[in-house]
T-cell receptor, first 111, second 114 residues
Framework: EAQVTQNPRYLITVTGKKLTVTCSQNMNHEYMSWYRQDPGLGLRQIYYSMNVEVTDKGDVPEGYKVSRKEKRNFPLILESPSPNQTSLYFC??????????FGPGTRLTVT | AQSVAQPEDQVNVAEGNPLTVKCTYSVSGNPYLFWYVQYPNRGLQFLLKYITGDNLVKGSYGFEAEFNKSQTSFHLKKPSALVSDSALYFCAVRDDNYGQNFVFGPGTRLSVLP
């Protein structure tokens, strides 16, 4: 089944404790991206990647890191999480820049 | 920079009636426009896109959208709403002057009443 998977789906952590949210797609897509969803703000793009070893900042990259060492994986790293990073995070992938497939989401709470 | 507005937080419509969810955008280059739907506790699902060509775009589940360049709008429509259409709808834009960056609107919650 073609899909984008994210792990974990739910995470509660404390300020400053490094965490990684994994994202993997099995569709051989070139494009991958991370978004955060906050009430009233919609989705905001954090980082995106057009190919292996090619990443670029979206609209809200501060406090986040990403890497694209393999085509199928695009992990999101929070080196020192803070409460304002409490949000719902979505990973997405696309064969091109015209249609994205979204993962199920990761709900992160930072206390 | 590109931006997207969805002027209505909530749209209520009776089942069987036509529905419209509004979207306006601002770009400096040529716009690529998209609609996505989000059901409760799910990720977003692609509905339709406008890239170029015919201003009326047809998509999944009977939805369509009309691109209006002069009004910078891309409203989502459906001739006859179903209760199962109730969800959160997002309009998104990519400006070809800004590469691969996507900007989403804040979302409109559609409630279809039986």
């Amino acid at each position: 089944e073609a899909q984008v998977t994210q792990n974990p789906r739910y995470l509660i952590t404390v300020t400053g404790k490094k965490l990684t949210v994994t994202c993997s797609q099995n569709m051989n897509h070139e494009y991958m991206s991370w978004y955060r969803q906050d009430p009233g703000l919609g989705l905001r793009q954090i980082y995106y990647s057009m190919n292996v070893e090619v990443t670029d900042k979206g609209d809200v990259p501060e406090g986040y890191k990403v890497s694209r060492k393999e085509k199928r994986n695009f992990p999101l790293i929070l080196e020192s999480p803070s409460p304002n990073q409490t949000s719902l995070y979505f990973c997405a992938s696309g064969r091109d820049l015209y249609e994205q497939y979204f993962g199920p989401g990761t709900r992160l709470t930072v206390t | 920079a590109q931006s997207v507005a969805q002027p209505e937080d909530q749209v209520n419509v009776a089942e069987g009636n036509p529905l419209t969810v509004k979207c306006t955008y601002s770009v400096s280059g040529n716009p690529y426009l998209f609609w996505y739907v989000q059901y409760p506790n799910r990720g977003l699902q692609f509905l339709l896109k406008y890239i170029t060509g015919d201003n009326l775009v047809k998509g999944s589940y009977g939805f369509e959208a009309e691109f209006n360049k002069s009004q910078t709008s891309f409203h989502l429509k459906k001739p006859s709403a179903l209760v199962s259409d109730s969800a959160l709808y997002f309009c998104a834009v990519r400006d070809d002057n800004y590469g691969q960056n996507f900007v989403f609107g804040p979302g409109t919650r559609l409630s279809v009443l039986p």
